[in-house]
């Protein structure tokens, strides 16, 4: 069959955290908060982060100022004028480095969009827009649907539907490329093809069918290529 549009996720599909820089992104935001007067121990502002970038994957945080607000409210500091813009700067120093591009990713993206429509459709905090461009990949993408700004997350089928209004395609035109099956399955109930790439570490987190066979199946991103 031939396609005439791509939709791709972006967190462990073409990038990935790195575990080394990201503690060390704590432990700056854990000294920034101890020379404002305020000790915290590295586990707990791991949770904070944790559950702040969740709800503000949700679209409950449009800004970094309500972002780093309710990060200090969950560590119990009062809500204050200077330290989210501290707490933001070190976000902005440390956040290029933390993510990785997987191999070869530029080029495979730039392959796809020769050939089709692409839109980026990722499940991301307040601020991934900016991360995105930083890393380069904006232009590669006719459209990009961020879950912090459409205020669902996949597999919730506003995500899919958006981007297909965007590329302005029907579904069983297009791809959806991803890491996780959840994703995936709701790829599926829109009637997009799938693509399973199995770089990603949470493959089967929070999917419904753990029997689910993707339309493809592919080790890197890389070779997506070579089956669209």
Request: net charge negative.
């Amino acid at each position: 069959m031939t396609y005439r549009g791509v939709l791709i996720d972006f967190g462990e599909t073409l990038a990935y955290v790195d575990e080394v820089a990201f503690r060390e992104y704590e432990k700056a935001l854990v000294v920034a908060l101890k020379k404002c007067g305020y000790k915290r121990r590295l586990r707990d502002v791991d949770c904070a982060l944790a559950s702040v970038y969740m709800e503000s994957s949700k679209g409950e945080l449009r800004t970094p100022a309500e972002f780093w607000n309710l990060m200090l409210a969950n560590l119990k500091i009062p809500e204050q004028s200077e330290l989210p813009e501290i707490l933001q700067a070190i976000r902005n120093n440390h956040e290029i480095t933390m993510w990785k591009l997987y191999d070869n990713v530029p080029a495979t993206l730039s392959t796809l969009h020769k050939k089709y429509k692409v839109a980026l459709v990722s499940n991301c905090a307040v601020g991934t827009d900016k991360l995105i461009n930083s890393l380069g990949l904006a232009g590669f993408f006719d459209c990009m649907i961020l879950s912090f700004q459409i205020g669902v997350r996949k597999p919730d089928k506003s995500m899919y539907l958006e981007a297909l209004r965007c590329l302005r395609l029907e579904a069983n035109e297009c791809v959806f490329i991803a890491d996780e099956i959840s994703d995936l399955e709701g790829a599926r109930e829109m009637e997009l093809k799938t693509v399973l790439v199995r770089q990603g570490s949470n493959t089967f987190q929070d999917a419904k069918d753990m029997n689910f066979k993707p339309d493809f199946q592919i080790d890197y991103i890389s070779e997506v290529t070579k089956i669209l």
